[in-house]
């Protein structure tokens, strides 16, 4: 063959060359078009991208679909952003494969019925306000036999226990049909709660099931069977210990109001819930902050500060007589003093876990004799957080009237004369 000065071959023919081989011509070029060989396996990719679809009430996605918008954080490249990680000694890479690993050591044993009720029987207890297990509890579990969970684990992961280890506020999940799930017939795919990433950046969750296959579901859309996921539990801290607010459910009746204190919450509302938090993180973890005035409109001070609560997102969504829409809580908040001015200053952060960093920077508005100050002050936040912002609350407006967007996030304030 002749080629011309520009590596081409403008009268190639590939059929009279049983044995040429492309790569070892990188720019080799027929007629104008380069033929790459990164460039054809890169529009096979996308082929089997669009072939992919919703294959079944799980909603599964394509297997090559990519998981998240941003790239995960490791540890050497935290930035302010992520301080978190740097002061928790979080090291997000390590985690997500040591979960992945467990994820499928555990999807392989889902197989055996009493491996299952032991998991939805524990989650029932609800240790924290939510389906969860912390895997220190998990690992203790005893089967008939007298072996715990954990050795039972051991016989098909052998490594089970230096991973998990590498797992700091590991926790297993039934974020979804818990309380109705037949473990005697169903068995759930097992999910990964990917870490060190905002939650709004991920696009699909990947789950092993019981065969050791994987399956990508929409991080979007909510499965319609129990799942069990694997994370980072977002309402303890590295001890075990359950966070204030959160804990076993109360149960509060929602008729009437309570006597005798002047604020209290009523309801938390939201027609798509998911936008506050993904399905398969569970329930609403809500932190409340109340900033009120300080020396006349001078300072500013939070009076409720960092309050936990937690609700379903099937209870946040219910509607109701009367327009009384959302979970009701009737939590006592505080009494308002005369001190405090006109205004004060409600702030809800849907809380992501791990540790506290820099305080965010906001301006918040009160009233005194008819004249609106401003006043600069600061709430606590983590990387992973969503601040819903700050929302003033006048004295004179009426009992029992909700705050906020519905289509997001709502919030219902009443109080006693």
Known sequence: MKVNQKGKFPNFQISKFPNFQISKFPNFQINGLFLLKNQILATLLLCLLVLGGCKNGLNEIGENTSLYTQRIVPLNEATNDVMTAKQLNFNYVEINENLDKFALTLALKMKEKEIRELIKEEALKMFDGDYDILYKTFKNLKTKEGATIEENLVKTNRDIRSQSAKIPLFQISVPVGCEGWNTDSFVPLVAVAPQGIRENEVLAIKAYDANGSVHYLSAKETPKEPIIVVGMSER?????????????????????????????????????????????????????????????????????????????????????????????????????????????????????????????????????????????????????????GLQPIWKGEPSGRYYGSSSVFSFQIFFTM
């Not at 309801?267 to 973890?285: A, F, K, M, Q, V």
């Not at 829409?325 to 308002?336: A, E, I, S, V």
Request: charged content about 15%; hydrophobic content about 30%.
């Open 236 to 388: 303890t801290d590295l001890e075990g210990n359950v966070f204030k607010g959160y804990g076993p459910p109360k149960k509060i009746s929602s008729n009437g109001r309570l006597q005798n204190s002047p604020e209290y919450l009523g309801r938390l509302y939201s027609t798509n819930p998911t936008e506050i938090e993904s399905w398969w993180l569970g329930d609403w973890d809500m932190r409340l902050n109340v900033i009120i005035s300080s020396n006349g409109g001078q300072s500013a001070s939070r009076i409720i500060d960092n309050m936990n609560f937690s609700a379903s997102q099937t209870c946040v969504s219910e509607t109701h007589g009367g327009g009384q829409n959302g979970c009701y809580f009737g939590d006592f908040l505080f009494t308002w003093l005369p001190l405090y001015g006109e205004i004060v200053n409600y702030n809800w952060i849907e809380d992501d876990g791990g540790g506290w960093i820099n305080e965010l920077q906001v301006q918040a508005t009160f009233n005194f004799l008819g004249q609106n100050i401003t006043v600069n002050t600061s709430i606590p936040q983590k990387p992973f957080d969503r601040n819903l």
